[in-house]
């Protein structure tokens, strides 16, 4: 099934750490999407890319930084400054002109 | 302020019974709405967009200007449509704006 791989599907990180989750897409997509998800609250968008090398903050960005270096790869770190990480993290993309998105299986990050 | 609103955080119907999940929405300009679903252990994959104006798995959503709203409806439920159905918004950035989602329990 290719599309977005989003991995790992599981992540432990310490109190203080920083964390990457990883997000490919083999669709040549322009667009890339990192959303949260915490229950009751729905999807929130932390930060978006529309093309290579830009990306704009999304509504919940603090805590958070992207980078998009590649067309097809866009990683999302969850630093030590994100105060409540614990959460279930998923990655879209979508061709530009306003097409629908395309999601990943997600991320779940928790807290030891 | 842009907003999507599913009022409902769980619906249960039996099978066989009709099905209307609400969607209200908030927006200034000229709004493009689209329904996703995640069925158990599945991604979130888009189920409709009021653009097409299609039927997808017997279900249609009619965006209605006036009462600025998106309901998704189903005449006959079926058990394989339990499932966390989420309403959104795209803004003239393109971004989307979700909605905080409601759980559909379809009981046989």
């Known amino acids: 099934d290719g599309g977005i791989t989003q991995s790992p599907k599981y992540l432990f990180r310490k109190e203080g750490q920083n964390v990457t989750l990883s997000c490919e897409q083999n669709?040549?997509?322009?667009?890339m999407y990192w959303y949260r998800q915490d229950p009751g609250q729905g999807l929130r968008l932390i930060y978006y890319?529309?093309?290579?090398?830009?990306?704009q903050k999304g509504d919940i960005a603090e805590g958070y930084s992207v980078s998009r270096e590649k067309k097809e790869s866009f990683p999302l770190t969850v630093t030590s400054a994100q105060k409540n990480p614990t959460a279930f993290y998923l990655c879209?993309?979508?061709?530009?002109?306003?097409?629908?998105?395309?999601f990943g299986d997600g991320t779940r990050l928790s807290i030891l | 302020a842009q907003r999507v609103t599913q009022p409902e955080k769980l619906l249960s119907v039996f099978k066989g019974a009709p099905v209307e999940l609400k969607c209200n929405y908030s927006?200034?300009?000229?709004?493009?709405l689209f329904w996703y679903v995640q069925y158990s252990r599945q991604r979130l994959q888009l189920l409709l967009r009021?653009?097409s104006r299609e039927s997808i798995k017997g279900f249609t959503a009619d965006l209605n200007k006036g009462e600025t709203s998106f309901h998704l409806k189903k005449p006959f439920a079926q058990e394989e449509d339990s499932a966390m159905y989420y309403c959104?918004?795209?803004?003239?950035?393109?971004?989307?704006?979700f909605g905080t989602g409601t759980r559909l329990q379809v009981f046989p």
């Open positions: 879209a993309s979508s061709m530009s002109g306003y097409q629908p998105q395309h």
């Open positions: 669709l040549n997509h322009d667009a």
């Open positions: 927006y200034s300009g000229s709004p493009e």
């Open positions: 009021h653009i």
């Open positions: 959104a918004l795209r803004d003239n950035t393109d971004k989307l704006i």
């Open positions: 890319s529309q093309i290579v090398n830009d990306f």
